[in-house]
C-alpha cells in the first residue's frame, strides 16, 4: 500500500505539458510581468471598517510622499459610464453593474473594501504612501456572523423550493436520519496573486489581465467604460491557478483602467495575499440540513435538503447547493430548499465544483451515515439506488460510467479491508478507516471558435481566445490537432489568451476541453477539405475527383483509387501559398431536451486517526472519474491529484475565520489560512473509465476540472468516521473536533 | 518609504556597541520573522545590523555539555550529529518547527527572539497591546483558538511560538549574552517573561544585549520525545506541544523535566509534574495523572478550551512515545 508514490504511476506514458518549461524555467510571462515602458504602480488603501461611509479621506501626506503620482479616490474618480444605473425604459436590454463599484461613492460594505488608489513611480512607494493615507470614518454596525444570522429574516429566496412527489417523505422511512452540515468561508488563494495592467493608447485600450475569460473581461470593459469592444484587448497568457477566482473582472481591474485612463499612462495594480481575501471572491460558508430515509433493503423513499449559504450585502451570489439531491440518485420523494443570507462582506464567487462540493458534502455524509444505520456497505447502497435515467427529467444520461468508477477504485484502495465497524481497526498503534463519496458535475459543450493555421513547413498553429489557469487546456488542444491533422505533436501549437484571437468561452465548469476541442476538431475538418480542394484546383492528377473521393492520411493527401498522393506541405508550396488559414466556430450542445449531461466521479480514503490526539494521517486516497475520453492522460492526472489537494483543503485544513467586532478576516495569511502542505497529501491513484462521450462533443471528453474535488472531503469525513465512530459534521476536521 | 540603514558587523562587541548607541536598531539574522514585521508595519527599525558574518556558526562539546552558536540554522542544528547524539530532543523539536525552507533560514538566536504569531499582533489596524501598550487586547474577546491557558495576564494572552524553545526549556539550556559588560548568562527559564502589565516585553534581554550562543548541559535523560500537534502535518504552529527529558533506569523514572508549547508567553515547565514523575514507574495511569497535574490551573478563552483536552492527550502520548 505504501509503496505508492506520485510520480511512479506507470498507467501513463510521459507527455508533458507544452507549456511546462516555460513555467518551470521562469519564461512564461504571467500578468503582473508585463513592461510597458512608463508603467507606473498602484496599491490600494482599503477600508478597515465593514458597513458605514467615508468622512474624510486625508490624503495630504500620501500625496506629497517620494514618488507618488496620484492617489484616486471616490472625490476624484472619474465617472465610469458603465457604473451608472441603466434606464430599461430607454434600454430594456441595459446590464446592469452587480459588482462592487470601485471608487464610485463614499459607501463602505465590507471591511478590506478598496478605497483608494496609490499609484507611484515603483511598487514599494506606492505601498508606503497608501500607509500613509487617513481616513475617517462614519461607522454603522456591520452583520458578517453567518452562525448568528443564518436563519433571520433577511434570507433571500434565489430560486423556488424544488419538490418531486412528497415533501418529507423521508421521516415516514423505516430507517431514516436528519442532520446538520456546516463548512466555513473558503478563500480562493491560488498562488499566483492577481494582478492587471491597463494601458490606454489613442481610444484603444490594452489589458494584462490574470483571468479565466479573456473574452469576458473585454466584454465588461467595454461595458463599462462604453468603448468599442475591439477597441479594447486582453491578454492573459499564463495564468498561475485560479480555481474560479479569474471567472469574472474584479475592482483591481475596473481600477487599474480607470487609473491607467485618467493619467494616460501604463498602470499596474497588483494583489497582496491579504487582499485576495477580500476582493476575488471566495466559497460561501453554508450550512446545510438533510432528512433521509430509506427500506430496510437499503431503496430511499425520500430527501429532503435544504441549504443556506453567504453572499454579501450588495451582490446576490447563488450557487445551487442542495440542487445534487434532486438527481444524483434514484429516490420517489425530494424536496430541496437554498436561501442566501446577505452579510456585510465581500460577494463569494465559484470556487472549484461550486455548489456540488459543498452540497454533495452534506448529501455524501447523510448517505454513509445512513449505510452505518442500515448496516449496508456504502457502496452497495449507492448502487441500489443508482439512477439509471436523470431523476428529474427522465432523460438517459449522454453516458455515466459511474458503476466502473466504483469497481476500480474500490479495487486499487482495497476496500475489502475497510472495517464494517467504526473504530475498530488498528494499525501501528493507528485508528484506520476507509471512506468513499460520489462527485458530480454538469458536463457538456458550449460554443467556440479558433483558427488554425497550416503552414508549409509542415507545421499546425492554432488559436482561441481562452485561458488556461491550469488544467493543460493548450496541452490537450495540441493533443487534439495533431491527432487529427496526423502530425508529430512538437508541430502543433496552441495560442490562447489573447482577445485577438477568435472568441472562446470563459474556462469554468469544467468546460474547456469539449468546447475549444470542439472547435479545433471543426477547424481541421475544414483544413482538410481546404486541402482537398486546393488540390482538385492546382495538382493535375486530382483534377477529376471531388472532395470526397479524396483522403487525408497522417499529412497527405490521397485520392480514392491511390492513383494519386500529395503531401500538404508540397501542395501548399505548389499552390504558392506560404499558409492556409482557417477559422471554424462549433456550437453548443443542443440535445438537452434528448439527454441528461454529466460527469462523475469516485472519491476513496485511507487514512489513520491517532487514537490520543487525534491527528489525521491521509494514507492512501484513489480517485476514479467518468470524465470521457482522457485527451491527455499526464494534465488529465495532474488535475484529478489538484482537485484531490483542494478537496484535503476543504476536508481538514481551510478555514477562513472573521472576527464580527469587526467584521474583519483575521487569517488572510499563509501562516493563518491553511492550504494542504506535501506531508498533508498521500500517495494517489488516478483511475479513468476512459469512456468516450461522443453525444457531448465529437472530442469524447466530458470534463475533469470540478468532479476532481467534488466529493473529496465527504470521502475524508466518511474515513474519519470509520476509523473513529465520531461523525464530524462541521468542517474543516481539525485535530480538536476528535478529542 | 520608511528607509533605514544597513550595517554589517564582524564582531560581538562592535554589534552590541551599534546597538547600544541606537535604541530604534535592531539585529537581523535570517529575517524569517523580522523582515516580516518590517513589511507589516509591525514594527519598522531604524537600522539593522547584519549580524550574519559574526563567528557564531559553531556547535561544540565539553564536559559540561553542549554549544550552539547563535547563528547556527536551525536545520544544521537539527541534523547536526552532536545534537542528535546527546540530545535528541532539540533535534526533534527543531525538525517540527516551520518548514525546510525556514529552518534553513532561521537561525537559533533568531528562534529564541521570535515574536509571537497572534494574528492581533500583525494586524496593524486591531488593537493589541504587545504591539501598540495600552490600545487594548485583541484576542481577549476576540478569535483565540492559538492562545495561553497558562500564565496569562489582563493585558496579553498570546503564546510564545517556538518549538525550539520548548526543549531547550526541558534540557535546562543557557542562553549565553554578550553586553556593553561582558558575557551574560541567563538560565533558559528566566529568559522569556510572562506578559503581566508589560506584553510589549518578551524577554528578559535588555537593550543592546546580543544571544552569542546557547548552552545544554550534559544530562541523564536516556527517553525523550517531542511531540507536537497542529493543524497541518507541516508549516503550522503547535496547538500543543510537549517536550519531554526523562531518566529512566530498571522502569523508575529518576528524573523528569517536561515542557510545554502553545500554552503560554514563555515555554511552559511542567515543575509539579516533574516532582511527581519522580519514582513512579511506567504505567499508563501514571501518565494519566501526570496529565491531570499538568493542566491543573489552566484557564481556557472562548476558542480554546480544546487544549485543555489536547494538553492531556499530548502529555500521555509524549510520555508514552518517550518511554516505549
Ligand atoms: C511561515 C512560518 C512558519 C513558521 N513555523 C514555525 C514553527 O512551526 N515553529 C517554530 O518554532 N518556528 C516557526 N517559525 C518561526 C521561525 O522559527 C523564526 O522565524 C526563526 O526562527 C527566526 O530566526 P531568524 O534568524 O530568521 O530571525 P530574524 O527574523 O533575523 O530575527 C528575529 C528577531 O530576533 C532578533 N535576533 C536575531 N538574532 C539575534 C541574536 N543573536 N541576539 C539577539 N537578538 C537576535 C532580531 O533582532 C529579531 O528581532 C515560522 C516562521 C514562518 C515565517
Ligand atoms: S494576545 Fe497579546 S499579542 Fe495578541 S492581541 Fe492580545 S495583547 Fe496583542
Known amino acids: 500500500m505504501d509503496n505508492h508514490s506520485l510520480l511512479s504511476e506507470t498507467f501513463f506514458a510521459d507527455d508533458d505539458r507544452v507549456d511546462g518549461l516555460a513555467k518551470v524555467t521562469g519564461k512564461a510571462t504571467f500578468s503582473a510581468e508585463f513592461k510597458p515602458a512608463g508603467l507606473t504602480h498602484a496599491v490600494f488603501v482599503c477600508s478597515t471598517i465593514a458597513k458605514g461611509a467615508i468622512r474624510h479621506l486625508n490624503i495630504y501626506e500620501a500625496k506629497n510622499a517620494p514618488g507618488v503620482i496620484d ?10 459610464p458603465g457604473f451608472k444605473p441603466v434606464d430599461r425604459t430607454t434600454n430594456p436590454n441595459a446590464r446592469s453593474f452587480t459588482g462592487l463599484k470601485v471608487f464610485y461613492n463614499n459607501m463602505v460594505v465590507s471591511n478590506g473594501q478598496p478605497i483608494a488608489l496609490v499609484v507611484a513611480d515603483t511598487y514599494e512607494r506606492a505601498v508606503y504612501a497608501a500607509s500613509l493615507v487617513k481616513v475617517e470614518y462614519i461607522k454603522e454596525n456591520a452583520e458578517t456572523d ?36 456546516t463548512m466555513p468561508i473558503e478563500t480562493h488563494n491560488p498562488m499566483e496573486m492577481h494582478a492587471t495592467i491597463a494601458v490606454w493608447e489613442g481610444g484603444k485600450l490594452t489589458v494584462y489581465d490574470k483571468s479565466q475569460g479573456p473574452k469576458n473581461v473585454q466584454g465588461e470593459l467595454s461595458r463599462l467604460f462604453a468603448i468599442d469592444e475591439k477597441n479594447v484587448q486582453v491578454i492573459t497568457e499564463y495564468v498561475g491557478g485560479a480555481f474560479g477566482s479569474g471567472l469574472r473582472s474584479w475592482p483591481h481591474v475596473h481600477a487599474a483602467v480607470i487609473a491607467a485612463k485618467k493619467l494616460n499612462r501604463p498602470v499596474k495594480v497588483t494583489l497582496n495575499r491579504e487582499q485576495m481575501f477580500t476582493m476575488v471572491g471566495y466559497r460561501p460558508q453554508c450550512w446545510q440540513k438533510i432528512g433521509i430515509g430509506a427500506s430496510k433493503d437499503g431503496k430511499l423513499n425520500g430527501i429532503a435538503h435544504h441549504a443556506v449559504s453567504n453572499t454579501s450585502a450588495y451582490e446576490d451570489f447563488t450557487e445551487g447547493i442542495s440542487s445534487v439531491s434532486q438527481y444524483l440518485y434514484d429516490c420517489p420523494n425530494v424536496f430541496t430548499t437554498y436561501k442566501i443570507l446577505p452579510l456585510d462582506v465581500n460577494t463569494p464567487t465559484w470556487m472549484r465544483g461550486p455548489g456540488p462540493a459543498s452540497g454533495c458534502f452534506a448529501l455524501e455524509s ?44 474500490k479495487e486499487k484502495i482495497g476496500w475489502h479491508k475497510r472495517p464494517t465497524t467504526p473504530g475498530t481497526l488498528k494499525e501501528d498503534g493507528m485508528l484506520v478507516g476507509y471512506g468513499m463519496a460520489v462527485g458530480v458535475f454538469g458536463a457538456g459543450r ?21 485561458s488556461d489557469m491550469g488544467p493543460g487546456t493548450s496541452t490537450a488542444m495540441v493533443k487534439i490537432g495533431s491527432e487529427q491533422m496526423g502530425l508529430e505533436e512538437n508541430k ?24 475549444v476541442g470542439s472547435a479545433v476538431i471543426a477547424v481541421c475538418d475544414a483544413i482538410k477539405l481546404s486541402l482537398k480542394e486546393m488540390a482538385i484546383e492546382t495538382v493535375a492528377a486530382f483534377k477529376n475527383f471531388k472532395p470526397d473521393d479524396i483522403k487525408y492520411e497522417n499529412g497527405k493527401l490521397v485520392a480514392a483509387n491511390n492513383s494519386a498522393s500529395i503531401h500538404f506541405i508540397d501542395l501548399l508550396k505548389e499552390a504558392g501559398k506560404p499558409e492556409l488559414q482557417v477559422s471554424k466556430s462549433s456550437s453548443g450542445f443542443a440535445q438537452r431536451d434528448k439527454y441528461a449531461t454529466n460527469s462523475f466521479s469516485v472519491h476513496f480514503v485511507k487514512l489513520h486517526v491517532h487514537p490520543v490526539t487525534g491527528v489525521i494521517k491521509l494514507k492512501h486516497m484513489v480517485s476514479a472519474a467518468d470524465a470521457g475520453k482522457i485527451i491527455s492522460e499526464k494534465t488529465a492526472r495532474s488535475q484529478m491529484v489538484g482537485g484531490a489537494v483542494g478537496g484535503i483543503g476543504m476536508a481538514m485544513t481551510e478555514e477562513t475565520i472573521i472576527d464580527h467586532r469587526y467584521g474583519r478576516y483575521i487569517n488572510s495569511n499563509f501562516v493563518d489560512y491553511h492550504v494542504p502542505v506535501h506531508a498533508d ?42 476509523a473513529t465512530g465520531k461523525r464530524v459534521r462541521d468542517l474543516p476536521v481539525t485535530p480538536d473536533k476528535l478529542l | 518609504m520608511i528607509n533605514f540603514e544597513y550595517i554589517r558587523t564582524s564582531s560581538a562587541k562592535a554589534a552590541v556597541d551599534a546597538k547600544t548607541k541606537n535604541k530604534a536598531a535592531q539585529f537581523i539574522a535570517g529575517g524569517t520573522n523580522l523582515v516580516d514585521l518590517m513589511k507589516k508595519g509591525v514594527t519598522a527599525p531604524q537600522r539593522l545590523i547584519d549580524i550574519n558574518a559574526l563567528p557564531l556558526k559553531e556547535i561544540t562539546t565539553d564536559a559540561k555539555g553542549v554549544s550552539i552558536g547563535a547563528l547556527v540554522p536551525n536545520s544544521v542544528a537539527a541534523e547536526n550529529k552532536l545534537v542528535i547524539e546527546k540530545h535528541p530532543l532539540l533535534s526533534m523539536a527543531l525538525n517540527a518547527g516551520a518548514s525546510a525552507q525556514l529552518r534553513n533560514m532561521a537561525t537559533v538566536g533568531g528562534n529564541i527572539m521570535q515574536r509571537t504569531r497572534c494574528p492581533y499582533f500583525y494586524d496593524i489596524t486591531m488593537p493589541c497591546n504587545k504591539r501598540q501598550p495600552q490600545s487594548g487586547c485583541g484576542a481577549m474577546e476576540g478569535y483565540n483558538r492559538m492562545h495561553a491557558i497558562f500564565g496569562a495576564s489582563d493585558k496579553c494572552i498570546a503564546v510564545h511560538p517556538s ?38 516585553l518578551d524577554n528578559n534581554l535588555a537593550a543592546g544585549e546580543l544571544i552569542t550562543s546557547v548552552h545544554i548541559p550534559a544530562n541523564r535523560f536516556n527517553k525523550n520525545y517531542y511531540l507536537k500537534v497542529r493543524d497541518r502535518l507541516s508549516y503550522a504552529f503547535a496547538l500543543v506541544s510537549v517536550a519531554v527529558a526523562l531518566e529512566v533506569k530498571d522502569g523508575i523514572i529518576k528524573s523528569a523535566s517536561i515542557a510545554m508549547g502553545g500554552v503560554a508567553h514563555k515555554p511552559w515547565r511542567l515543575t509539579e509534574v ?51
Request: contains cysteine; charged residues 25%; aromatic residues 8%.
Open chain 1, 71 to 80: 492617489i484616486i479616490y471616490h472625490l476624484n474618480c472619474p465617472d465610469v
Open chain 1, 146 to 181: 453567518f452562525e448568528k444570522n443564518k436563519f433571520n429574516d433577511k434570507l433571500l429566496k434565489p430560486r423556488p423550493d424544488y419538490v418531486r412527489n412528497q415533501k418529507d417523505a423521508w421521516a415516514t422511512a423505516e430507517v431514516k436520519l436528519e442532520e446538520e452540515y
Open chain 1, 366 to 409: 447523510a448517505l454513509d451515515e445512513l449505510s452505518y444505520k442500515l448496516n449496508i456497505d456504502p457502496i452497495e447502497l449507492r448502487l441500489i439506488n443508482n439512477a439509471e435515467v436523470h431523476p428529474q427529467s427522465k432523460l438517459p444520461w449522454t453516458t455515466k460510467f459511474l458503476k466502473e468508477c466504483y469497481a476500480l477504485g
Open chain 1, 446 to 466: 458550449s460554443a467556440a471558435t479558433a483558427k488554425g493555421i497550416l503552414k508549409n513547413d509542415g507545421s499546425l498553429l492554432l488559436q482561441s481566445a481562452v
Open chain 1, 492 to 515: 502543433v501549437r496552441f495560442e490562447l489568451g489573447d482577445t485577438d484571437f477568435p472568441t472562446g468561452p470563459t474556462q469554468g465548469g469544467s468546460g474547456s476541453a469539449t468546447a
Open chain 1, 681 to 722: 497529501v498521500p500517495p494517489m491513484d488516478i483511475v479513468f473509465p476512459n469512456q468516450p462521450d461522443y453525444i457531448i462533443s465529437p472530442t469524447g471528453a466530458k470534463g475533469i476540472g470540478e468532479i476532481a474535488l467534488v466529493g473529496v472531503a465527504p470521502a475524508i469525513l466518511n474515513a474519519v468516521y470509520n
Open chain 2, 163 to 200: 518549538d525550539m524553545c520548548v526543549a531547550l526549556a526541558a534540557l535546562n539550556a543557557t542562553v549565553i549574552v554578550n553586553t556593553t559588560k561582558g558575557e551574560k548568562k541567563i538560565p533558559f527559564a528566566d529568559f522569556h517573561r510572562l506578559p503581566g502589565d508589560t506584553p510589549e
Open chain 2, 274 to 324: 516533574e516532582k511527581y514523575l519522580i519514582g513512579k514507574s511506567i504505567t499508563a495511569n501514571v501518565f494519566k495523572e501526570a496529565a491531570e497535574i499538568a493542566l491543573t490551573g489552566a484557564k481556557t478563552y472562548q476558542h480554546n478550551a480544546y487544549k485543555i483536552k489536547l494538553g492531556k492527550s499530548a502529555i500521555v502520548e509524549a510520555l508514552t512515545k518517550a518511554t516505549v
